[in-house]
C-alpha cells in the first residue's frame, strides 16, 4: 500500500464502526445500541459505501456484553438489513476474563473477521486493557480454526512492534490488515508525520486502514485515502459530525468520507472488491 | 458490591432513556457503558481501584 495506490486509483474500502463498546446513546443519542439498531444503522452504511461493519455487542441498557447469543441477534439483524456486507466482531474487552474476548467468534456462521488488539493500552487513570500477547495468540488461533480474517488493531507504535513479533511468531495470511490508529492517551499522537512512519514501518505487502478518534476522524481519514490506505469511520470512534455538532448517524460520517474518496479519485469498494482485497 | 455511588435511572435533568443506565450521583452524569462495568464491579473490575471519580470523592471525604 502506498502513494502509487492512490495514482492508480485502487478502491478504498469503507469499515463503519456502529456502536463500540466505551461510550453511548448517554455520548450521542444516535449511537445504536440494539440488535435492531444495529442491523438497520448497517444497511443504512451499506447503502452509502461501506463494505464492513464492525461490531459490539450490548446488553439492553447499552452496557457491554459478550455473549456469542448477543452477537448472534446482532448478525442477524444485520443480514435481514444488509446485502452481503463484510461483518467484523469485535474482540476487545477491557477488564473482562480471557475467556469472554472469544465469546465473539462462536457465532453460525462466524463474522468473516475480527479485531485483534495488539497490545496494552490505559482506560481512565487507573486501568489498562492488557491484551497480553498470549491472549493475541489464543485469539488468533480461534481465529484461524474458524476461518476468520484477523484486523491487527495497532493502537500506538509499540503495537508495530507486535504485529512483527506476531508475524514472527505465527503463519498469518496474507494480507496482513491492519488497523493504524490515532488519538489521545496511549494511542499514537494524531500527527502527520506520525501517520507517515507508521505505513512505512508495516511489514512488506500489509494492507492497512485508518482510524482517528474524535475531531482526528477525517483529516487522518483523508491520509488514509492519499496514501493508498482504507479507512474506518463511525461512531463508535466520533460522536460528533463537526465541532459542537453531534452526527445524525453513522451513514452521515460514511457519505462524507465517501464524498472524499470519490472527489480524491479512489472509487469506494464494493463488498465484492472489499473481500478479493482482504483476501477473505 | 457495586459503588455506593452508582443508581440506575432513565432520566436526568437533560437527558432519558427508554432504559434506565447507569448514573453516578458524585458528578450527576450519566456514565459511559464501560465505567458501568467498574461501578457494577463487574469481571475483574472493582470501583474502589480502577475508577477516579470514586477514589477523588473518598479521598475528599477522609
Do not use: W
Not at chain 1, 511489514?203 to 477525517?218: C, E, I, K, S, V
Request: glycine share 8%; proline share 6%.
Amino acid at each position: 500500500m502506498s502513494y502509487e495506490a492512490f495514482l492508480d486509483g485502487d478502491p478504498v474500502i469503507v469499515t463503519a464502526a456502529l456502536t463500540g463498546g466505551v461510550h453511548g446513546k448517554e455520548a450521542n443519542p444516535n449511537v445504536p445500541e440494539t440488535p435492531e439498531e444495529i442491523g438497520r444503522a448497517a444497511g443504512e452504511v451499506e447503502a452509502a459505501g461501506a463494505s464492513v461493519v464492525h461490531l459490539h455487542a450490548r446488553r439492553p441498557n447499552g452496557e457491554r456484553s459478550f455473549d456469542t447469543e448477543r452477537f448472534q441477534e446482532i448478525d442477524d439483524a444485520v443480514r435481514r438489513h444488509t446485502d452481503d456486507v463484510v461483518i467484523q466482531h469485535s474482540t476487545g474487552g477491557t477488564g473482562a476474563p480471557d475467556a469472554d474476548r472469544h465469546r465473539p467468534l462462536r457465532t453460525d456462521p462466524p463474522p468473516e473477521m475480527a479485531s485483534l488488539d495488539m497490545g496494552p493500552l490505559n482506560r481512565y487513570d487507573h486501568l489498562t486493557s492488557e491484551n497480553t500477547r498470549g491472549l493475541v495468540d489464543s485469539l488468533h488461533a480461534e481465529m484461524v480454526d474458524r476461518g476468520i480474517k484477523p484486523e491487527l488493531e495497532v493502537f500506538n507504535d509499540g503495537h508495530r512492534n507486535e504485529v512483527h513479533g506476531l508475524l514472527a511468531r505465527r503463519d498469518l495470511a496474507d494480507p496482513v490488515y491492519a488497523t493504524l490508529i490515532f488519538g489521545p492517551g496511549t494511542l499514537t499522537r494524531p500527527r502527520p508525520e506520525h501517520f507517515l512512519t507508521a505505513i512505512a514501518d508495516l511489514p512488506d505487502g500489509a494492507t492497512f486502514n485508518t482510524l482517528g478518534f474524535g475531531r482526528h476522524q477525517l483529516p487522518f481519514a483523508t491520509m488514509g485515502i492519499l496514501f493508498g490506505g482504507h479507512v474506518r469511520v463511525g461512531l463508535e470512534d466520533n460522536v460528533y459530525y463537526e465541532r459542537g455538532e453531534l452526527a445524525e448517524s453513522n451513514a452521515q460520517l460514511v457519505e462524507r468520507v465517501v464524498r472524499v474518496a470519490e472527489e480524491l479519485g479512489r472509487p469506494v469498494a464494493t463488498t465484492d472488491e472489499a473481500r478479493e482485497i482482504l483476501g477473505l | 458490591m457495586p459503588c455506593p455511588y452508582l443508581e440506575y435511572r432513565d432520566t436526568s435533568a437533560d437527558q432519558s432513556f427508554d432504559e434506565a443506565r447507569a448514573f453516578c450521583t458524585v458528578v450527576e452524569e450519566f456514565v459511559q457503558p464501560m465505567r458501568a462495568d467498574i461501578c457494577n464491579d463487574r469481571y475483574a473490575l472493582d470501583h474502589e481501584s480502577h475508577c477516579e471519580i470514586y477514589r477523588a470523592h473518598a479521598e475528599g471525604e477522609e
